[in-house]
């Protein structure tokens, strides 16, 4: 078979398959969306953060539609963890669709208060708040929010959120020119992904050590 006849029968493939998983994605989207309408409130939240995450990469102003229903939806069934989750989803979208970082910073402390004493939840909100003052360009804040969630990410049983801690300490490091703490909490970070056999999680720390490289 001539190599531009295979190229192209490969390219039609890839089309064909984009098309099919992006139909099967809106048909998904259809689906829950007539659910929603019809299950009591106490099944909804569940709905409604799938919504998010289907929502999230290429429709984000319909997933904070659904960010916002899912916090006072989570409040008015007095769901606290499931308010501080929805409340991050809320930061994370309006600073990445709308640059608005005070507004997110809002509910970035919202998350973190209605966490209240659930570790997990608070780690994952000092988190969150440290993406917004990384992406306003105040790394001094960020650095101290991603220190803060450290022992609590390092009281988890599960890997990831070490990984996104120490990663995320990493970068913020290396923006600061501390070269050496940097490579420590990202060489921290791929070690527990080898030892955990997380081999996709080995790729975000290889990636920060490579643009560590470059920066030195």
């Known amino acids: 078979m001539p190599r531009f006849v295979y ?30 309408i019809l299950v009591p409130d106490s099944s909804r939240l569940q709905i409604l953060f799938e919504l998010i995450d289907l929502h999230r990469a290429n429709n984000q ?15 008015q069934l007095n769901r606290p ?3 501080s989750t929805a409340h991050r989803e809320q930061a994370l979208l309006v600073m990445q669709l709308m640059a608005d970082y005070e507004r997110a910073l809002e509910y970035g402390y919202a998350a973190l208060e209605t966490a209240g004493s659930d570790s997990e939840q608070r780690g994952q909100a000092l988190l969150s708040i440290g993406q917004v003052f990384e ?29 996104v801690v120490y990663n995320s300490i990493g ?41 560590l490289q470059q920066a030195t």
């Open 7 to 36: 190229l192209s029968l490969l390219s039609l493939w890839c089309f064909l398959f984009c098309l099919s998983a992006k139909a099967q994605q809106n048909s998904r989207i259809d689906s829950l969306e007539v659910k929603l």
């Open 81 to 83: 963890a499931k308010q």
């Open 135 to 163: 992406e306003a360009g105040d790394q001094y804040k960020a650095l101290q929010n991603y220190l803060e969630a450290q022992p609590l990410a390092e009281q988890q049983s599960g890997a990831i959120q070490k990984i």
């Open 171 to 211: 970068r913020v490091n290396r923006l600061l020119s501390e070269f050496d703490r940097s490579r420590e909490y990202h060489q921290q970070a791929l070690q527990i992904a080898k030892a955990q056999n997380q081999a996709q999680a080995e790729a975000a720390p290889l990636f920060l050590l490579g643009q």
């Open 61 to 75: 102003e319909r997933a904070l539609t659904y960010a916002d229903q899912a916090a006072t939806l989570a409040e």
